[in-house]
């Protein structure tokens, strides 16, 4: 077995430590931008906004792969589609419509906060799904202290919602689950999937659920304002939220 040069494995480590980087500064302009457009700009359809996510996406993803050809895509067999891919895009609308719901009633800091509890979130699953191993004791310890932590701040919290922690809290659950049925997806399949071909089978699925969505919960009332994101931020704003949402 080779073992890579002290040289090479340095640069490894600042190439993850770099991208790691970057995904945390585009992670947080997504997030002010879909709190100042469901809030401050007046917007509150969590699901549309969403939506417009990942038809974004789809289109930036496709131009990559079909006009570009920068990224191989597998063939993936309509039974493969069903079975593995559409509880993840089921999954992943559920996780980013709770989520964005919740920047409607809670601070961008809190909901920073509360998602604190991920790791313990996806460690919880795990066991259930058997990603994990056993129980410890070093591991118990951890999840209490994350947990008492996440509950301080609730308690301290000055505009604390339940409707905004409920929302949140769903999400989470969703993610974390979103995180394992992709694990166990890579891991088992026989193809090979890059971030950009995940993208371009699931972020369609993902619109399709939200349209539904969509259809029966906010767009009475949404046609009934007259209001799209377009009347309500600049359109180089959207394009740029967007934007952050592809990149991340």
């Not at 931008?33 to 699901?47: A, E, H, R, V």
């Not at 007259?226 to 009347?231: D, E, F, G, L, W």
Request: proline share 5%.
């Amino acid at each position: 077995m080779k073992v890579a040069p002290p040289t090479m494995a340095k640069s490894r480590i600042l190439i993850d430590l770099a991208g790691v980087c970057v995904w945390v500064l585009l992670s947080g302009g997504l997030i002010m931008f879909n709190k100042f457009i469901l809030s401050t700009y007046g917007f509150p359809f969590p699901i549309a906004l969403t939506l417009f996510h990942q038809v974004y996406c789809f289109g930036c993803a496709s131009m990559l792969i079909r006009v570009f050809r920068a990224v191989d895509t597998p063939d993936i067999t309509r039974d493969v589609l069903i079975e593995k891919f559409l509880p993840i895009a089921a999954l992943f609308m559920a996780s980013l419509w709770f989520s964005n719901a919740a920047y409607v009633y809670l601070s961008v800091s809190f909901i920073q906060i509360l998602k604190a509890f991920m790791p313990a979130s996806v460690y919880l699953h795990g066991i259930c799904y058997g990603v994990e191993g056993d129980f410890s004791l070093k591991k118990i310890v951890v999840l209490l202290i994350i947990s008492f932590g996440v509950a301080t701040a609730s308690l301290g919290e000055i505009n604390f919602s339940w409707i905004g922690f409920t929302f949140q809290a769903l999400g989470i659950a969703a993610e974390s689950n979103r995180l394992l049925l992709s694990q166990k997806l890579l891991q088992g399949a026989s193809f090979k999937l890059n971030p950009i071909t995940t993208l371009y089978y699931v972020s369609p699925l993902s619109a399709s659920f939200l349209s539904i969505a969509w259809l029966v919960l906010e767009s009475s009332d949404m046609l009934g304002m007259r209001i799209v994101p377009c009347t309500v931020a600049p359109p180089a704003d959207l394009v740029r939220m967007a934007g952050f949402c592809f990149e991340t």
